[in-house]
């Protein structure tokens, strides 16, 4: 039941914001400066060999969704991390541009970083990307709308949700970290978490602690499956 009324509320929500989004987008509203969907020709060849950290963002419904992947970026940005957001619907494409810089050289961390539908994109672009081979340093998934498994290129999972039923656990092969974050706050829900400060904070040191070293899976380290004071104890993750 709490998993239908939790799908029930998406769907609501979904519905108001895509009236909303179309008088919007009628009045000729744009997102956020800085918003980056088309990566490929931003870059130049010496990029491509940079050792330096790359934060991937993506929004939730509707691209006016999940704004506070806009403002993460720009935080990150001004930390001196590069990072682009896009829309979930797009994480194959931005995916593949990974793919192909991997390929030709840029060995910098690879950090994802989603909200709603955007945390249930970049666990699957996780996912894929392991299969073709690239690894991924970190992925921080804001309250997902599903559960997933981490995959075995991940090194570290940041996993900040609001329902049990969007828990994280391991994928076959997956050693690296793993923490699963309940937030108790009660002003923070599955429409603001991707807002939250605090939780911004938390995300931006994870991220300066991985630092610039080169992207590579985490190896011979035994399983780690860290759980916050807060979260709510569970023997599947």
């Not at 997102?31 to 931003?42: F, N």
Request: glycine share 8%; hydrophobic share 45%; charged share 15%.
């Amino acid at each position: 039941m709490k998993r239908l009324r939790y799908s029930m509320a998406l769907i609501c929500a979904g519905l108001t914001i895509f009236f909303a989004s179309s008088l919007l987008l009628n009045n000729g509203a744009q997102a956020k400066p800085g918003t980056a969907v088309a990566l490929r020709s931003t870059n130049s060849p010496a990029r491509l060999h940079s050792s330096a950290a790359h934060a991937y963002l993506f929004r939730g419904l509707l691209n006016v969704f999940s704004l506070g992947m806009d403002s993460l970026a720009a935080q990150l940005q001004a930390a001196g991390v590069a990072a682009v957001v896009a829309n979930h619907t797009q994480w194959r494409s931005v995916a593949d541009d990974i793919i192909v810089r991997y390929r030709a050289g840029q060995r910098g961390p690879i950090i994802l970083v989603g909200h709603s539908l955007g945390a249930d994109a970049v666990m699957s672009m996780a996912e894929y990307l392991g299969q073709m081979g690239v690894p991924v340093a970190l992925v921080v998934p804001f309250d997902g709308t599903s559960s997933h498994v981490a995959s075995a290129n991940v090194g570290r999972v940041l996993n900040l949700y609001k329902s049990e039923s969007v828990r994280i656990g391991r994928g076959p092969g997956f050693r690296g970290e793993l923490t699963n974050y309940y937030v108790r706050d009660v002003n923070v829900t599955h429409f603001n978490i991707d807002k939250d400060a605090a939780l911004h904070s938390m995300v931006i040191r994870k991220i300066r602690a991985i630092g610039s070293a080169v992207a590579r899976p985490r190896k011979n380290q035994g399983p780690s499956n860290l759980v916050s004071p807060a979260a709510q104890p569970s023997t599947n993750s």
